[in-house]
Nanobody, 126 residues
Framework: QAQLVESGGGLVQAGGSLRLSCAVS????????VAWFRQAPGKEREFVAA????????LYADSVKGRFSISRDNGASTGYLEMNSLSPEDTGIYYC???????????????????WGQGTQVTVSS
C-alpha cells in the first residue's frame, strides 16, 4: 500500500511563493508518475501539474503555466511543486497522487491516479 504525505502548505500573501513536497513510501518511487491536484472551496478538484516517472516530461494546467514548476527527487522518493506569483485564486487544498501501476503514460485527469495524499492547505491572501 502506497502512502503519500504532502507538506509545505500555509498562508502567503499574493505574489508570494510556496514549495510543496510529496513524500511517497510503499512503492518504488522512480517508477511512478506524480501529479498535483487542488480543490478550492465549493469547487471540484482540478489538475495542476504532473511529472513523468522518467522526469523528462511534465504537464501543467494553463492557469499555472509559467508560475508553477513540478519536479522530483527519486533518491528522496519525493515530488515537489514550486509555486510562484501566487494569487488568491490559487487558494485550496493541494493533493499529490500517483497511479496504481508503474510506467504509465502521463495523465492530467484524476481518474488516472489511484493513491492520494491527505492534502495540504494553501491560502493566498490579497
Amino acid at each position: 500500500q502506497a502512502q503519500l504525505v504532502e507538506s509545505g502548505g500555509g498562508l502567503v500573501q499574493a505574489g508570494g511563493s510556496l514549495r510543496l513536497s510529496c513524500a511517497v513510501s510503499g512503492r518504488t518511487f522512480s517508477m511512478y508518475d506524480v501529479a498535483w491536484f487542488r480543490q478550492a472551496p465549493g469547487k471540484e478538484r482540478e489538475f495542476v501539474a504532473a511529472i513523468g516517472w522518467t522526469g523528462d516530461k511534465t504537464l501543467y494546467a494553463d492557469s499555472v503555466k509559467g508560475r508553477f514548476s513540478i519536479s522530483r527527487d527519486n533518491g528522496a522518493s519525493t515530488g515537489y511543486l514550486e509555486m510562484n506569483s501566487l494569487s488568491p485564486e490559487d487558494t485550496g487544498i493541494y493533493y499529490c497522487a500517483i497511479p496504481q501501476t508503474p510506467w504509465t503514460l502521463l495523465k492530467q485527469f484524476s481518474e488516472g491516479y489511484f493513491y492520494w495524499g491527505q492534502g495540504t492547505q494553501v491560502t493566498v491572501s490579497s
